[in-house]
Nanobody, 121 residues
Framework: VQLQASGGGLVQTGGSLKISCAVS????????MGWFRQAPGKEREFVAA????????TYADSVKGRFTISRDKAPATVYLQMDSLKPEDTAVYYC???????????????WGQGTLVTVSS
């Protein structure tokens, strides 16, 4: 199982960046997918999630209205479009997907290696 995040980089305050995460070795067609982030010296926090069908999205209050999560089926990829970036958005961004049971989903169980986003002031 591999979740390969890419697209991070350095951007100025107010700028935009789109990061992506390609999934291989695991079928995610029935799994929610999400993004978390971890800033230096802080705990990992939830950023956004998208349902298996792509019809439902949820966002942390801190990014609502600025970030947009989306997904493609083939190849299985999840994206995070980040607009109006702020210095406090600086973090390593991790993609994730849930453990799957027969009739339900479990916790966020599979994680990518992360991609660094740095927003300069």
């Amino acid at each position: 199982v591999q979740l390969q995040a890419s697209g991070g980089g350095l951007v100025q305050t107010g700028g935009s960046l789109k990061i992506s995460c390609a999934v291989s070795g695991l079928s995610v067609s029935r799994r929610d997918m999400g993004w978390f982030r971890q800033a230096p010296g802080k705990e990992r926090e939830f950023v956004a999630a998208i349902s298996s069908t792509g019809t439902t999205t949820t966002y942390a209050d801190s990014v609502k209205g600025r970030f947009t999560i989306s997904r493609d089926k083939a190849p299985a990829t999840v994206y995070l479009q980040m607009d109006s970036l702020k210095p406090e958005d600086t973090a390593v961004y991790y993609c994730t997907t849930r453990k799957l049971f027969v009739n339900s989903q479990g916790d966020w169980a599979y994680w990518g290696q992360g991609t660094l986003v740095t927003v300069s002031s």
